[in-house]
């Protein structure tokens, strides 16, 4: 059974070229990939890049003021950091402030800007029919509207011109057009009005019109006269059309159609609400040729309201078979529908890309948020402090590691020389690694990674040092190196093991249990400590290996920092015969 064993440990010792090889292949490959990506630095957070910081105010509404609680706030953060980051932003940081702020950090990147546009767009989602719709000109004028007559194109060939259209996502085709004549908006909108309430309460339920585009609720002919000076392309006008109407309540909306125009909206009161969408995503149709579509999930309430809803809708003409989405006043899509929608799902296609098509899920999916919001704050963060801040890092981070390589210098002389290569090798891998994890998961460099990444310094010089103690304690105890060095390994190896485990440990509970910018620095404490690992097993015993067959470390030369006088070793052990068992002898 020895035998075996011994010619394993034999092979293994005589070839430590393989796990040399091995490892610099690793980093060639790493290096490589890094170059022929672009990606040849680490990504950076908004503390060293830059970028937007957004304070949120959560408003309460009348009759509703508890509604501002910590369960809810905990809600609205948690919508909002995967709705921003399901656009590819990530470190992305969202957090309370006080009792009633949100704080959004989003870093300078790709997707920042339409992040920004969707951490605004904080209130609730609602599905509302429209009553009528056309291009919105300026000086509170409107080009004429299409014919409202006529069914629209059963094709959503892609043009500019297309409207987005509501289907079954499992319908092959849809039904055919319908041919019902389409009411009067006035007739609408009396239709949409709740028939039993007084004059009184529709007086105190309606706003007074303005020219800033608040909407007048039940009252048809104020919300008409609104609708005829709404000027859309108006900013001041957008950012306030639609305040104070209630989802019951008729009201004015704007929106952007497919040719980049400013379009305004009459809309009905809303029967479906984004608590009723289940799910939404971004699906590429190439079986129809419709292009990017975006299909919807209901949940079984909201299967039922949809389909009671498109029915209705079904049976008229445009532009009032339609249905808005409208997020925070704005529509951000309005599908036409042909025919009831009752599968509890819905595809809607049109003039999408695929950015627009992932915008308008992420809206449908993350759109709904327990409390309203407005924007307190925007302030754009340079990265000037934080890169002094960097920089300062980055010099404790230097006298650190000369102060290591300085001990090592001092105290384990020529084997420093291990040490020093090995620690080059680490962070080879970790810079090569963290350039490429930016672009693959979305990791960004910040402060508190930094210091992750300078601590791991000390956690790989312990490694190296607990091996090195131990091989020379063999030699203390009378061996010569290269036994030395194979019999210290298991040893070593069990220790170097326990301790990364603790401190791998310790850096994924901190990752789990933790928010924001303290992620960083335990997922890069992680994964040094990983890397450490690998160090060790693949290079600095292998390296280590090779290092003792040379002269120069086997003799114990005074500066290989192994000299058996300077280590105070014992006389070589040698074998001893076992005592032969006592003879009795007779006395003479």
Not at 234 to 251: F, I, L, Q, W, Y
Not at 448 to 474: K, L, Q
Not at 505 to 529: E, H, M, N, Q
């Amino acid at each position: 059974m020895a035998t075996p064993k011994k010619g394993r440990n034999a092979s293994a010792q005589s070839k430590p070229w393989r796990s040399l090889a091995l490892i610099l292949i690793a980093i060639a490959a790493l290096t490589g990939g890094m170059f022929a990506s672009g990606h040849t630095t680490p990504r950076l957070g908004i503390d060293l890049a830059g970028g937007t910081s957004i304070t949120l105010r959560a408003v309460p509404e009348a009759g509703n003021e508890s509604a501002i609680n910590k369960t809810n706030m905990d809600t609205a953060v948690s919508i909002m950091e995967r709705r921003v980051n399901g656009l590819g932003v990530s470190e992305a940081e969202v957090q309370t402030q006080g009792r009633d702020n949100i704080v959004v950090n989003i870093p300078k990147g790709t997707n920042s800007e339409q992040a920004r546009k969707q951490v605004g767009t904080t209130a609730k989602l609602y599905f509302r029919p429209v009553i009528a719709t056309e291009v919105s000109g300026g000086n509170g004028t409107a080009s004429p509207s299409p014919s409202p007559t006529g069914s629209p194109s059963a094709e959503p060939s892609g043009k500019a011109s297309d409207k987005p259209e509501a289907t079954d996502k499992n319908s092959a085709s849809p039904s055919a057009s319908p041919t019902t004549q389409g009411r009067a908006v006035t007739d609408a909108l009396k239709a949409d009005a709740t028939p039993s309430a007084s004059a009184s309460d529709k007086a105190k339920a309606s706003p007074s019109p303005s020219a800033s585009g608040g909407t007048s609720g039940d009252d048809p002919s104020k919300l008409q006269e609104q609708y005829a000076a709404l000027d859309c392309t108006n900013t001041k006008t957008r950012s306030t059309v639609g305040d104070g109407a209630k989802a019951s309540e008729s009201t004015l909306a704007c929106g952007q159609n497919s040719q980049g125009q400013w379009q305004k909206y009459i809309l009905g009161p809303a029967e479906v609400d984004g608590t009723d969408v289940d799910k939404a995503q971004a699906v590429l149709n190439t079986q129809t040729g419709a292009g990017w579509t975006v299909t919807m999930d209901f949940t079984d309430g909201g299967a039922k309201k949809f389909a009671a809803v498109t029915g209705k809708l079904a049976q008229n003409q445009s532009p009032q078979n339609q249905f808005a989405i409208v997020l925070d006043g704005d529509v951000v899509s309005d599908p036409y529908v042909r025919q009831a929608l009752t599968g509890g799902n819905a595809e809607i296609s049109g003039n999408f890309n695929q950015q627009s098509a992932q915008e308008l899920a992420n809206m449908l999916t993350y759109g709904a948020l327990p409390l309203t919001f407005k924007v307190d704050s925007m302030t754009t963060v340079t990265a000037a402090l934080g890169g002094d801040q960097l920089q300062a890092g980055l010099i404790a981070g230097a006298i650190g590691l000369a102060l290591v390589v300085l001990y090592l210098l001092v105290y384990y002389r020529g084997l420093s020389f291990v040490a020093i290569l090995s620690l080059l090798v680490s962070a080879a891998l970790t810079y090569t690694l963290m350039s490429l994890l930016g672009p693959a998961i979305g990791f960004a460099l910040n402060l508190p990674a930094v210091c992750g990444a300078i601590v791991a310094i000390g956690i790989t010089a312990d490694s190296f040092i607990v091996y090195f103690e131990r091989v020379r304690d063999e030699i203390r105890e009378g061996r010569s190196l290269r036994p030395a060095v194979e019999r210290a390994w298991p040893r070593a190896r069990r220790t170097i093991l326990v301790s990364d485990f603790v401190s791998f440990l310790a850096a994924a509970v901190l990752f789990i249990v933790t928010v924001g910018k303290v992620r960083g620095f335990a997922f890069t404490l992680g994964l040094t400590t990983l890397l450490d690992v690998v160090v060790v097993f693949l290079f600095t015993k292998p390296l280590l290996t090779l290092l003792a067959r040379r002269t120069f470390f086997a003799s114990g030369h005074k500066w290989s920092g192994l000299d058996p006088k300077s280590l105070g070793a014992q006389p070589p052990l040698r074998r001893t015969r076992r005592p032969s068992a006592p003879v009795e002898t007779k006395e003479a």
